[in-house]
């Protein structure tokens, strides 16, 4: 329970972040590359903590390569895929397609795990997936998308969807107590590669400058981001829970979190939209728990 509780917690701190990020001008491109450099290297430092150079070199193997290879790229496009989807299409669509995507990644777990299901079980997941529709419903009418935004939108719920699916059977087929940092490391830096090489692609071709205020913040944020990961993982490692119960009760207590996060330190307005969600939420979570 408490990997559960620090996952959610880590989680909505980066969320947190992001949001103090926009008040103070903090380039997202340039902080998300670093995130992920130094998440990479806590990954690192944490591995060869425990292991040396020979045990790394017998640890590694092609599929733990290609899987955090994927993986890192899956990160680095969703990423990518939000931000412009909440900028260009909102917010508000934006977090129902990403977080909706919970829905591949339980459906791995229940069709190629062969997860123990009830009834009441399978009320919390819908009721967990009304509760993200509400909390993310704002009291203003959206504008009519285009087939182009549609496409977006669908490649995000796919994209996160598969990128939590994929972790969901790494962590039953491949990843173990010896390994499990190695390949957080693989996954971590080849993604702070490939936002490296798209950032010195903006970096040449528009205004974007690289600054001290970006690089910071993003060393900041990669913290958590390795911690979420790692006790995500271990969440779903962990015999008390299913797969199918971690995805829903994440991103619903992310949502609670951040809410209440944002009212205390934001002094946001929460629309009644979002107190049904999470009133739904917290009903779901009991339901998947019982």
């Not at 680095?76 to 995507?101: D, E, H, P, R, W």
């Amino acid at each position: 329970m408490i990997d559960l509780v620090i996952t959610i917690t880590t989680f909505s701190i980066m969320v947190m972040l992001f949001k103090y990020f926009d008040k103070i001008g903090v380039n997202n491109l340039i902080a998300i590359t670093f995130n992920y450099f130094t998440a990479g290297i806590l990954a690192l430092s944490s591995y060869l903590s425990e292991n040396s150079i020979i045990e790394l070199k017998s640890n590694i193997n092609l599929n733990l390569v290609i899987i955090a290879l994927i993986v890192g790229g899956l990160f680095v496009l969703t990423f990518n895929l939000y931000a412009y989807s909440a900028q260009k299409i909102g917010i508000t669509l934006s977090t129902i397609s990403n977080k909706m995507s919970m829905i591949i990644p339980i459906l791995i777990g229940l069709i190629l795990f062969k997860e123990e299901i009830t009834f009441f079980k399978i009320l919390g997941i819908f009721l967990a997936l009304g509760a993200i529709v509400f909390s993310s419903k704002d009291d203003k009418n959206g504008k009519k998308l285009s087939q182009i935004n549609i496409g977006i939108l669908f490649l995000l719920f796919i994209g996160q969807g598969l990128a939590d699916g994929i972790l969901n059977w790494a962590q039953r087929n491949i990843l173990n107590s010896e390994n499990m940092n190695l390949f957080f490391t693989l996954t971590f830096l080849s993604a702070g590669f490939a936002g490296g090489l798209y950032s010195l692609f903006k970096l040449t071709t528009s205004n974007i400058k690289m600054d001290k205020k970006s690089i910071y913040w993003g060393i900041t944020l990669g913290v958590p981001n390795y911690l979420t990961l790692l006790y995500f993982i271990k969440s779903l490692k962990n015999e008390l829970f299913s797969s199918y119960q971690v995805f829903p009760i994440v991103n619903i207590g992310v949502i609670v979190m951040c809410t209440i996060l944002s009212v205390i330190i934001f002094q946001e307005k929460v629309s009644i939209f979002k107190w049904i969600g999470i009133g739904f939420g917290i009903l779901a979570i009991s339901l998947i728990l019982f």
